[in-house]
């Protein structure tokens, strides 16, 4: 052990234990400690013993953070919802994980009080005397038959993307907010009914490119990860609160977000609203239908979100609204 240490740290000990017990500790702590130091770097001195030490410390860390090099698989690995009886939803049917603030219920999270369409600015857009203030209830003719291949009936989500050759002309609601132009028209009809039973409807997220789609994905996967998941387990979650990119309604215009003027948040309370209650009895009329319904998450992939609304014409929403199923069902059943 003497061969170990120099003279000049031997001498510095023997001072320290001669001057009494507070200094017989400390020249115990700092000879523990020379030893140690010692023997550790002789230890990792040895090539093989030092290249595993390494190798086993790199294991560690990725197989403990959001690092760990985890496949980006899409549609085919998260193609189910969690279900009501899941841990992720409360009795109410409500998502939560590990009790997230209520932000975190927010799908798309646009929150700029500028990106918001009211009636008013509807009209600016059409000629109000060609738009009805009501629709007629659709009374299917005999012998009428869908074509799901319509640009009203396409199906959009994690198994079906959006079709390459899908084309389709913007119009504008107001400023930068747009939606597919055909909607334009039933939309103003819609939100004029609303109007005339004392409701103000507003559309908040309509068109959105490629681009904002992938940002909001993104950022509620890294939203995720920051509280402790795992890149795998924020990127399932994320999928069942925002659409994945390529597989989204809003990608081709044909599906908004509506509020009203006295509830503006994305979360299920909207549902309890009177104008959420008006849009699920009415929408159907001006050929709207709530996209995500609750208790058919493992049929869309999607949480129950009342304030989403797709278009698909009147013939169609009024079948799907009378059934109570969903756009997938619907389309099974073509």
């Not at 001057?19 to 500790?25: D, E, P, R, Y």
């Not at 389709?168 to 039973?197: H, V, W, Y």
Request: charged share 25%; hydrophobic share 40%; proline share 3%.
């Amino acid at each position: 052990m003497v061969n170990s240490l120099n003279i000049k740290s031997i001498n510095k000990i023997k001072k320290l234990a001669a001057k009494g017990k507070t200094g017989l500790f400390f020249a115990t702590l700092w000879l523990a400690s020379i030893i140690i130091c010692r023997k550790v770097w002789q230890y990792v001195r040895m090539p093989v013993v030092r290249f595993v030490s390494v190798a086993m410390l790199c294991v560690v860390f990725f197989a403990t953070s959001s690092f760990a090099p985890v496949e980006k698989a899409y549609a085919d690995s998260f193609d189910t919802a969690y279900s009501d009886s899941d841990v992720l939803f409360d009795e109410n049917g409500m998502l939560i994980i590990d009790e997230l603030p209520e932000e975190q219920y927010l799908v798309t999270e646009v929150t700029d009080e500028d990106d918001v369409a009211s009636l008013d600015d509807l009209l600016e857009q059409v000629d109000e005397e060609e738009v009805e203030e009501e629709s007629e209830v659709y009374e299917e003719p005999e012998g009428f038959e869908f074509d799901k291949s319509s640009w009203n009936l396409v199906l959009i989500n994690k198994q079906h993307p959006i079709p390459a050759d899908y084309t389709f002309s913007l119009g504008t609601i107001k400023g930068n907010m747009k939606c597919d132009e055909r909607l334009i028209e039933p939309l103003t009809q819609m939100f004029k009914a609303a109007a005339a039973d004392g409701i103000n409807l507003e559309v908040r997220s309509p068109y959105r490119d490629m681009s904002l789609q992938q940002y909001l994905f993104d950022r509620k996967v890294k939203n995720y990860i920051n509280q402790g998941y795992s890149y795998i387990d924020a990127y399932k979650i994320s999928s069942e609160v925002v659409t994945l990119p390529g597989a989204s309604e809003h990608q081709i215009g044909i599906s908004l977000d509506i509020t009203s003027d006295t509830y503006w948040q994305l979360n299920e309370g909207f549902a309890d609203t009177v104008a959420g209650k008006w849009l699920m009895d009415n929408s159907y009329k001006y050929g709207f239908i709530l996209r995500y319904p609750k208790g058919k998450e493992d049929i869309t992939g999607i949480i129950y979100e009342p304030w989403h609304y797709r278009y698909v014409g009147v013939e169609a929403a009024t079948v799907i609204y009378e059934q109570g199923i969903t756009l997938e069902e619907f389309i099974d059943s073509l």
